[in-house]
């Protein structure tokens, strides 16, 4: 006998359901299902994954949310910007004989009633945003071709019909019209509330979620089902695959449905319209990092020749962009392969910060903005701050809690790990800082020497660490954000300009990316040699300390992995102290 065809992308809820039943109909206790799965998950792994259909899911963005429909299978990629607490619901109950389940959806299809043999259930609350600072060539390829379909369908749409916004201001009617539901949670807590992203052009007020920059994003509100809360951390990227609800068709005839329906439903989400913040009920999510965002797929080997013909284009390209000083292109390639590899005590080991001086108002508009522009291309989120006393005394830099809301405010640094942060001091001029700009002051000193960030929750502050890249353009030695490496900056040619192929692009973010990742060792032998210079380094210049000789280390380190090495070689080791003894001519 055939079984059941489960149509999983474009019916996710009824291979849900019929996966159920046939768990049911097979002798299962409903009660065994409490925190886990009883088949449904295993099916769309298949289907996404061994049966290679992920591709075909659209990814929800401003694009695809005009067109995709409710109760399908939908992917969002995004930053877990603040976690709302848990809400209840119906993990099983009878109708009737027949054992029903409310997994995956927001409000129940059938009459509940209040049986004892209801099984209540927990599902998690994540409010997600795109990544802040993403750069859109990191859209997948399946998202762009999808872009361009909604695109061409919304064409003929104005051809063919001459109320060319019709069908989605019908859809937008029917978001707005859908009401409040109610809370899911024991004893009636109050459940956190949200305002959507429009809130920011209209002006409103202190329920802001999303910055200025992602005033044109699409958040999403994700629940999650029987996961481990160490899982899914706060700032971490995800893609989460799961059913779209919209909740209007549901909840259009609930004044016919059994009160006891919705009694356990999140009354305030309501706060957090659909039509701003979809909602997508997990089935599988999956922790994405640099390499997810790239396109050349699969991933190639970081073998030695391809790397270090990578490396020397890069390099080229670098040297280029700064005006042929090589020995700041040569900072400039180690600065955007560090990362925070390891903590030891209050130490971030690995970050290397980068400050390039003597950069004037003028100049900084040509390499600056050309600086600006690679580093774009090149990472997959980046971000720039106008350094100004103004922007200092005003901005909201750190996250913060709205104890009237119970959500958190994002502030400028919540950033993604793996993130870029360029400040531009060249703007700074004398004034008088307030106390926000003191404080703000602060946060990006402690960004910069520990890698964390104090978020502000009124009553309290709590450090989360970070894993984010920074580069100071100055005039002199930045005071405010002191660097690893202070570098002045010493052009011997205009910026120039040069188109580079799309090819060659993807050959730079794929060396960055598989480098950067690469274990890093030091033999016993090369272990001595380090030491012994180390030391020697020290008893020539006695104001050496500890933190110089660790960004040593640092460098060498960094070094190796950008010829595809793991392990510091006597070679590699010269040209960090030649690289150093340069720098140090031009700090004299």
């Known amino acids: 006998m055939v079984g059941p065809k489960y149509d999983c992308l474009a019916n996710p809820l009824g291979a849900v359901r019929l ?103 927990e599902r998690r609350l994540l409010y997600c945003i795109p990544v802040p600072g993403q750069n859109s060539w990191t859209e997948s ?8 379909t909604s695109q061409q369908r919304e064409k003929r749409q104005r051809m063919e019909d001459d109320a060319s916004n019709h069908m989605d201001l019908v859809l937008v009617d029917e978001f707005e019209s859908s009401p409040s539901v109610k809370k899911m949670r024991e004893n009636g807590h109050a459940s956190p509330s949200s305002q959507s992203k429009d809130s920011v052009i209209e002006g409103t007020s202190n329920t802001n979620f999303v910055t200025n920059a992602e005033r044109n994003s ?24 799961g059913v779209l609800t919209l909740d209007s068709d549901v909840m259009a005839d609930k004044d016919d449905q059994d009160e006891s329906s919705y009694g356990f439903i999140e009354d305030e989400l309501v706060h957090l319209p659909p039509e701003k913040v979809p ?49 700041a292109a040569h900072l400039m390639l180690l600065h955007l392969l560090s990362r925070v590899h390891a903590r030891i005590d209050n130490v971030a080991v690995g970050k290397l910060s980068l400050n390039l001086t003597c950069l004037s108002k003028e100049s900084v508009s040509v390499f600056g903005n050309q600086i600006r522009l690679s580093v774009q291309n090149l990472l997959p989120f980046t971000q720039c701050i106008p350094l100004t006393v103004n922007y200092l005394n005003t901005a909201s830099l750190a996250p913060k809690k709205d104890y009237q809301t119970n959500r958190l405010i994002p502030g400028v ?43 502000n929750f009124e009553y309290y502050k709590m450090e989360m660490i970070a894993d984010v890249q920074m580069l100071i353009l100055s005039e002199g030695k930045s005071n405010i954000v002191p660097a690893d490496l202070v570098i002045p900056f010493q052009p011997s040619s205009a910026a120039s300009f040069e188109v580079v192929p799309a090819e060659t692009l993807e050959a730079w973010r794929w060396y960055l990316a598989s480098v950067r990742s690469l274990p890093h060792s030091i033999e016993s ?21 500890g933190q110089d000789l660790s960004r040593l280390l640092t460098m060498g380190r960094l070094m190796s992995a950008s010829f595809g090495e793991t392990s510091l070689s006597l070679e590699h080791w010269q040209m960090v102290k030649e690289l150093e003894r340069l720098r140090r001519e031009r700090l004299k």
């Open 19 to 121: 996966t159920f039943e046939k768990a049911i109909a097979s002798g299962a206790d409903p009660a065994s299902f409490d925190g886990k799965d009883w088949g449904a998950v295993d099916l769309f792994r298949q289907f996404l994954f061994e049966d290679g259909a992920l591709s075909h899911v659209p990814i929800l963005n401003p694009t695809t949310i005009k067109w995709v429909q409710p109760n399908t299978l939908v992917r969002f990629r995004g930053m877990i910007q603040d976690m709302l607490g848990n809400e209840f619901y119906a993990g099983a109950y009878k109708d009737g004989s027949v054992w029903r389940t409310n997994k995956f959806m927001d409000v129940c299809q059938y009459p509940m009633g209040s049986s004892p043999d209801m099984r209540i259930r």
């Open 141 to 148: 390829l399946s998202e762009v071709a999808m872009n361009k």
């Open 218 to 241: 699409l958040p999403c509100l994700v629940k999650i089902y029987d996961c481990p809360e160490s899982e899914l951390k706060l700032n971490e990227v995800f893609e989460f695959v």
């Open 279 to 327: 909602r997508l009920h997990c089935l599988i999510h999956r922790k994405l990092d640099v390499n997810d965002f790239l396109h050349s797929s699969p991933m190639m080997e970081p073998k030695p020749q391809l790397v270090k013909e990578t490396r020397e284009s890069l390099l080229r390209h670098l040297t280029s962009i700064l005006g042929n000083d090589g020995i």
């Open 413 to 455: 640094l919540q950033l993604a790990d793996g993130s870029h942060l360029i400040i531009d001091e060249t703007q700074l001029e004398t004034g008088t800082l307030n106390s926000t700009g003191v404080e703000n002051a602060r946060l990006l000193k402690n960004l910069m020497e520990f890698q964390k960030v104090e978020y």
């Open 525 to 545: 032998d090369m272990q001595k040699v380090v030491e012994s210079d180390l030391v020697a380094a020290r008893q020539a210049d006695r104001s050496l300390g």
